[in-house]
Nanobody
Framework: QVQLVESGGGLVQAGGSLRLSCAASGRAFSSYAMGWFRQAPGKEREFVAAISWIGGYRYYTDSIKGRFTISRDNAKTTVYLQMNSLKSEDTAVYYC????????????????????WGQGTQVTVSS
């Protein structure tokens, strides 16, 4: 089992940057694919980015490509989401999630693939 704790959210002006962190505790962090999702007010939770547990492959939703970067540090058991050029539409609660050793070809954009979730961190972008 793994516990996930997000941090780094806050209030930022449009065009600014934030870096979210998700610290994991528990076993074998390097064996988890990690994802970031977000939920805006009145909307369903949606996929943002994911990174595989083998090879470090990265996946992004189209609306954040070129602005957000997901990375992981297995030694620190932490996954990051660097968010640049923030827009008001990026305002949401951001959640990280962990998927234990997904098979090759697993769709890491699907929320149902993930086994563990954090509590979320609020990101508010003012225009």
């Amino acid at each position: 089992q793994v516990q996930l704790v997000e941090s780094g959210g806050g209030l930022v002006q449009a065009g600014g940057s934030l870096r979210l962190s998700c610290a994991a505790s528990g076993r074998a962090f390097s064996s988890y694919a990690m994802g970031w999702f977000r939920q805006a007010p009145g909307k369903e939770r949606e996929f943002v980015a994911a990174i595989s547990w083998i090879g470090g492959y990265r996946y992004y939703t189209d609306s954040i490509k070129g602005r957000f970067t997901i990375s992981r540090d297995n030694a620190k058991t932490t996954v990051y989401l660097q968010m640049n050029s923030l827009k008001s539409e990026d305002t949401a609660v951001y959640y990280c999630a962990a998927d234990w050793r997904p098979a090759a070809g697993t769709n890491l954009r699907m929320q149902s693939e993930y086994d563990y979730w954090g509590q979320g961190t609020q990101v508010t972008v003012s225009s």
